[in-house]
């Protein structure tokens, strides 16, 4: 099983911006929160968003903040239509194993607006059935 860390909040917004502005020529301020990834208007050529480290099974790879950022608008533009109009408050519950599928999921929800419910996928019947009703 893969697992996959989020490196978006690892500094705080000073810290990052004076790193960046250190590195690159022009001036780079990383996103604020989770939700701003998909929005923000620039991103640094070459920095990772996303470090998923290798297994038995599958090499590592890493995922720039373009290609994180283009990924979670696709992903929250689809599920968009998907959810219930009548409803004020939306919901989205995910029960997924550490892949690169989890984040992109979960941030795509974010940007579609909905809250996010994220579920442990070893949960039983009833367990979901619990989570699912409330």
């Known amino acids: 099983m893969h697992e ?4 978006l909040c690892a500094q ?3 810290q990052r911006h004076r790193t960046y502005t250190k590195s690159m ?3 780079f301020v990383a996103p604020r929160t989770l939700r ?3 929005h923000a208007e620039s991103y640094p050529p070459g920095h990772s968003a996303l470090v998923i480290p290798a297994t038995p099974e599958t090499p590592s790879y ?3 903040y373009t290609a994180l950022a283009h990924a979670v608008a696709t992903v929250g533009k689809q599920l968009i239509p998907l959810l219930p109009a009548e409803k004020s408050e939306k919901v989205v519950a995910l029960a997924m194993p550490n892949t690169l599928a989890f984040p992109l999921g979960f941030l795509g929800a974010i940007y579609g607006g909905a809250a996010m419910a994220p579920l442990n996928p070893d949960y039983k ?3 979901f059935r619990f989570y699912l009703e409330a």
């Open 4 to 7: 996959c860390f989020l490196w």
């Open 12 to 14: 705080t917004t000073h």
């Open 25 to 27: 020529a022009s001036t």
């Open 36 to 38: 701003d990834v998909p």
């Open 62 to 64: 890493e995922v720039s």
């Open 125 to 127: 019947e009833e367990e």
